[in-house]
Protein backbone atom coordinates (compact mmCIF):
# COMPACT_ATOMS: atom_id res chain seq x y z
CA UNK A 1 0.00 0.00 0.00
CA UNK A 2 1.07 3.47 -1.14
CA UNK A 3 1.08 6.29 1.52
CA UNK A 4 -1.60 8.92 0.57
CA UNK A 5 -1.64 12.40 1.08
CA UNK A 6 -5.26 13.99 2.32
CA UNK A 7 -5.13 17.39 1.11
CA UNK A 8 -7.46 18.40 4.06
CA UNK A 9 -5.56 17.31 6.24
CA UNK A 10 -2.72 20.31 6.75
CA UNK A 11 -1.08 20.61 9.73
CA UNK A 12 0.11 23.75 10.81
CA UNK A 13 3.34 25.06 9.55
CA UNK A 14 2.44 23.10 6.12
CA UNK A 15 2.73 19.64 7.05
CA UNK A 16 0.93 17.09 5.84
CA UNK A 17 -0.72 13.96 7.44
CA UNK A 18 -0.03 10.83 5.60
CA UNK A 19 -1.30 7.65 6.24
CA UNK A 20 0.68 4.49 5.27
CA UNK A 21 0.76 0.76 6.70
CA UNK A 22 2.82 2.09 9.46
CA UNK A 23 -0.01 4.49 10.53
CA UNK A 24 0.27 8.22 10.05
CA UNK A 25 3.09 11.41 10.22
CA UNK A 26 3.57 14.73 9.59
CA UNK A 27 5.67 15.23 6.82
CA UNK A 28 6.93 18.64 4.46
CA UNK A 29 5.08 19.15 1.41
CA UNK A 30 7.26 17.93 -1.51
CA UNK A 31 10.51 19.88 -2.22
CA UNK A 32 11.42 20.87 -5.58
CA UNK A 33 15.16 19.04 -5.73
CA UNK A 34 16.45 19.41 -9.42
CA UNK A 35 19.21 21.61 -10.45
CA UNK A 36 17.80 22.55 -13.75
CA UNK A 37 14.47 22.53 -15.35
CA UNK A 38 13.24 20.07 -17.29
CA UNK A 39 11.50 20.94 -20.80
CA UNK A 40 8.95 18.58 -22.43
CA UNK A 41 10.25 18.27 -26.07
CA UNK A 42 10.73 15.63 -28.96
CA UNK A 43 14.45 15.67 -30.73
CA UNK A 44 15.81 13.08 -32.52
CA UNK A 45 18.94 12.06 -31.20
CA UNK A 46 21.42 9.61 -32.34
CA UNK A 47 23.30 7.42 -29.78
CA UNK A 48 26.96 5.98 -30.50
CA UNK A 49 28.50 3.46 -28.14
CA UNK A 50 31.25 0.56 -28.49
CA UNK A 51 29.78 -2.61 -27.98
CA UNK A 52 31.43 -5.94 -26.02
CA UNK A 53 32.95 -6.55 -28.90
CA UNK A 54 35.06 -3.01 -29.63
CA UNK A 55 32.59 -2.47 -32.75
CA UNK A 56 30.98 1.23 -33.24
CA UNK A 57 26.97 0.64 -32.39
CA UNK A 58 24.12 3.75 -32.83
CA UNK A 59 20.78 3.90 -32.72
CA UNK A 60 18.62 6.74 -33.40
CA UNK A 61 16.64 7.56 -30.38
CA UNK A 62 13.46 10.34 -29.19
CA UNK A 63 14.28 12.83 -26.71
CA UNK A 64 11.07 13.07 -24.66
CA UNK A 65 12.17 15.28 -21.36
CA UNK A 66 15.73 16.99 -21.57
CA UNK A 67 17.05 19.79 -18.75
CA UNK A 68 20.32 21.13 -18.56
CA UNK A 69 22.11 17.63 -16.90
CA UNK A 70 20.47 14.95 -18.29
CA UNK A 71 17.56 13.71 -20.55
CA UNK A 72 14.95 10.84 -20.93
CA UNK A 73 15.24 9.10 -24.50
CA UNK A 74 12.94 6.64 -25.88
CA UNK A 75 14.14 4.01 -28.04
CA UNK A 76 12.86 3.07 -31.27
CA UNK A 77 14.24 -0.13 -31.49
CA UNK A 78 15.56 -2.36 -28.30
CA UNK A 79 19.41 -0.95 -27.81
CA UNK A 80 21.59 -3.62 -26.02
CA UNK A 81 22.42 -0.67 -23.03
CA UNK A 82 23.32 -1.53 -19.27
CA UNK A 83 23.23 0.69 -16.69
CA UNK A 84 26.26 2.99 -16.53
CA UNK A 85 27.49 2.58 -20.16
CA UNK A 86 28.99 5.54 -21.61
CA UNK A 87 27.22 6.47 -24.76
CA UNK A 88 28.08 10.06 -26.79
CA UNK A 89 24.81 11.82 -27.40
CA UNK A 90 24.17 14.23 -30.77
CA UNK A 91 20.95 15.77 -32.09
CA UNK A 92 20.71 14.69 -35.88
CA UNK A 93 21.21 17.40 -38.51
CA UNK A 94 17.32 18.13 -38.24
CA UNK A 95 17.05 19.37 -34.95
CA UNK A 96 20.54 20.49 -34.36
CA UNK A 97 19.30 24.44 -34.12
CA UNK A 98 15.80 23.42 -32.11
CA UNK A 99 14.83 24.97 -28.71
CA UNK A 100 15.26 23.43 -25.54
CA UNK A 101 18.42 21.79 -26.81
CA UNK A 102 21.07 21.70 -23.92
CA UNK A 103 23.91 24.18 -23.95
CA UNK A 104 26.15 20.68 -24.07
CA UNK A 105 24.57 19.46 -27.18
CA UNK A 106 24.84 22.60 -29.13
CA UNK A 107 28.45 21.75 -29.57
CA UNK A 108 28.57 18.66 -30.93
CA UNK A 109 28.64 14.60 -29.47
CA UNK A 110 28.19 14.70 -25.27
CA UNK A 111 29.36 12.13 -23.36
CA UNK A 112 26.16 11.04 -20.84
CA UNK A 113 26.24 7.99 -18.84
CA UNK A 114 23.07 5.30 -18.47
CA UNK A 115 21.71 5.82 -15.42
CA UNK A 116 18.34 3.83 -15.70
CA UNK A 117 17.18 1.73 -18.13
CA UNK A 118 12.96 0.89 -18.81
CA UNK A 119 12.23 -2.18 -20.50
CA UNK A 120 9.66 -2.08 -23.18
CA UNK A 121 6.42 -3.33 -22.08
CA UNK A 122 3.49 -5.57 -23.41
CA UNK A 123 1.41 -2.17 -23.65
CA UNK A 124 3.48 -0.70 -26.47
CA UNK A 125 5.43 1.23 -24.52
CA UNK A 126 8.76 1.67 -26.04
CA UNK A 127 12.64 1.52 -24.29
CA UNK A 128 13.28 4.17 -22.30
CA UNK A 129 16.93 5.03 -21.52
CA UNK A 130 17.29 7.71 -18.57
CA UNK A 131 21.09 9.56 -19.12
CA UNK A 132 23.26 11.75 -17.25
CA UNK A 133 25.28 13.88 -19.26
CA UNK A 134 29.01 14.13 -18.19
CA UNK A 135 29.49 18.01 -18.37
CA UNK A 136 31.73 19.71 -15.85
CA UNK A 137 29.70 21.30 -13.61
CA UNK A 138 29.86 25.56 -13.35
CA UNK A 139 32.11 26.77 -10.78
CA UNK A 140 30.39 29.56 -9.05
CA UNK A 141 32.93 31.74 -7.62
CA UNK A 142 32.93 33.54 -4.75
CA UNK A 143 34.47 36.45 -3.36
CA UNK A 144 37.71 36.21 -1.17
CA UNK A 145 38.38 38.01 1.73
CA UNK A 146 40.41 40.74 2.24
CA UNK A 147 43.15 40.59 4.50
CA UNK A 148 44.29 44.01 5.83
CA UNK A 149 48.42 44.70 5.12
CA UNK A 150 50.16 46.48 7.85
Not at 4 to 28: D, K, N
Not at 123 to 142: D, F, H, K, N, Y
Amino acid sequence: MMPTVSPTLIAPGGLQLVESRCGHSLVPPSVERRAATRLAVALTLRLTWKGRNGATRFATVVARDVSDFGMFVECRMPVPLSLFRLVYVQPEVADRRATGLPAALAHGPALAAVYRVQPADVRGRSQGLALRLMIEPSRVTSPRPSHASA
